[in-house]
């Protein structure tokens, strides 16, 4: 099922019908929003969704249950991504190989991102050729991040931000209860190893 929203005003009330419309399309897998206005704190839901497509301008993005994603229009979002300072990534497989590029892809194009959050899902790992696409990119105005992990730890991503946000004030990172002690031990050596833009960044360790 395909689902092409076009040239449609949007204010806070038109955004949650839009959010319930996709949410009741439980076969969407393909979708393209082209809308005018700002939205603040717009989520798409839609767990078999595999394409997207946003021409718009918000202020804050949520993806929640979209496990399936495979393409998303980043050279289509552009300068569209301008004003977006609030990121949340929900029930994101970061274990698949295409997520950590695709993610990247959206930091490149949100360079006034100021607050970013991401919660990893638990499923399993995904086949599929992985893209080596590491950093090269600064996210100048990004001041606190927050980590959620189900499973195994994201290593290499927060390397990458650790690396390219020198306004960084806290980064937060809550690893799964099934984590020993152990575990957790030898996240935070491997944290303390990376390199910091930011010399006054703080690194909060949950249980």
Known sequence: ????????????????????????CSRLQKLTLCILGKMINFTICAPE?????VKDIMSSLSLKATGNIKTIGVDALGEDLESLQTLKLLEVPLNCNYAVPFILCLFRSSPHLQRLCINAS?????????VQNKGNFTLPCLKYV???????VELELIKILLASCPALEVMTIVLSETFTAENKLEVAKE???YDRASPNVEIILKP
Request: with cysteine; hydrophobic share 50%; glycine share 4%.
């Open 122 to 130: 638990s499923f399993e790992k995904c086949s599929g050729k992985s």
């Open 191 to 193: 944290l303390m190893q």
């Open 1 to 24: 099922m395909d689902l092409h929203i076009s040239s449609v005003p949007v204010g806070a009330l038109e955004a949650q019908m839009l959010e319930k419309l996709i949410s009741l």
């Open 146 to 152: 927050e980590f959620a992990f189900k499973a195994s």
């Open 49 to 53: 969704l595999q394409d997207l497509v």
